[in-house]
């Protein structure tokens, strides 16, 4: 089971009544956060979820509506008490920007782990049990999509694990993933277990045009968060300048990823109510939602 909440829905800046993008992932007492936007701190307090547990922080690419929260997140952070190492993932030029970003809050009492991703990186690894991919988009600066997924082992197979012997006493222990030495033999999952099931996969990818790799990239996820800059098809052009996508391109994605549900999100602050524009984008994909501030979703096995 994973939790999702989509801290803040809006691009460029924050308004009155809608914060930055930012999305919060929870999965067997472990955190992840995509993008620190001005305020994200403000939107993980509302969640009640806490602030100690977030393991990592991915950084899809640093123009400050999408970063410019770090410092008093990380301050914030560190007065929840925690001492475990924090890992902080993002394109080239981590470094630099972490180390500027930083300045303000020298004393933290935990380290921070920087994990500079090389500019064609595809995946990033495990933070817990969540498995991160990762996938350069098209931005107007070095910007990254990213999967995060909960795998699911394949079901206890009695019959394979008797033909091959495998001691009943480690069955349970193989099935939770261990891999177990014994007497010079070796069992390992895979002896007792049958193909991996379907797991539960959301994709974020903001800020973009459309490519033909996302699509591919989002295949099958079961929730989909892509941004809409724009409502309107008529600011296709600005979509296309200034490197965002329109309601009716994030639909096209969901709709050829064949995505479950689109929820829309990092609207221009021009956008007023995206609801108005919710059909352009739902003509094409049905099962699309504009994104609210703290919208929440738990996600189960199928
Ligand atoms: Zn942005
Ligand atoms: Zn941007």
Known sequence: MVD???????????????RLTALLFRCGGKMLLIDCGEGTQVSVKMTGWGFKAIEA?????????????????????????????????GPPGLRQVVAGLTVIVPALPFDILLA????????????????????????TTPCFAYCLELKR?????????????????????????????????????????????KGIKVAY??????????????RDADLFICEGMYGE???LPDAALKKHMTFSEAAGLAKKSGSKELWLT??????????????NAAKIFENSVAGRDLMMKTLHFE
Request: proline share 8%.
């Open 57 to 89: 922080i991915l950084l899809t690419h640093y123009h400050a509506d999408h970063i410019a929260g770090l410092p008093g997140l990380l301050s914030t952070i560190g007065n929840s008490g925690r001492e475990e190492p924090l890992t902080l993932f």
């Open 266 to 279: 990092h609207f221009s602050p021009s956008v007023k109510d995206p609801e108005l524009y919710l059909e």
């Open 116 to 139: 500079e991703l090389p500019p064609d990186c595809l995946s990033v690894g495990h933070v817990g049990d969540i498995h991160v991919s990762c996938m350069p988009v098209e931005h």
């Open 153 to 197: 082992a394949g079901r206890f197979d009695v019959e394979k694990a008797q033909s091959l012997a495998v001691p009943k006493a480690f069955w349970k222990r193989l099935q939770n993933g261990e891999t177990v030495e014994y007497k010079g033999g070796r069992y390992t999952p895979d002896m007792v277990l049958g193909k991996e099931r």
């Open 4 to 18: 999702v909440c989509l801290l803040g829905c809006g691009g460029m800046m924050p308004l009155p009544d809608r």
């Open 233 to 235: 098809d008529e600011k």
């Open 205 to 218: 990818c903001t800020d973009t045009r459309p490519t033909e790799g996302l699509v591919n990239f989002c």
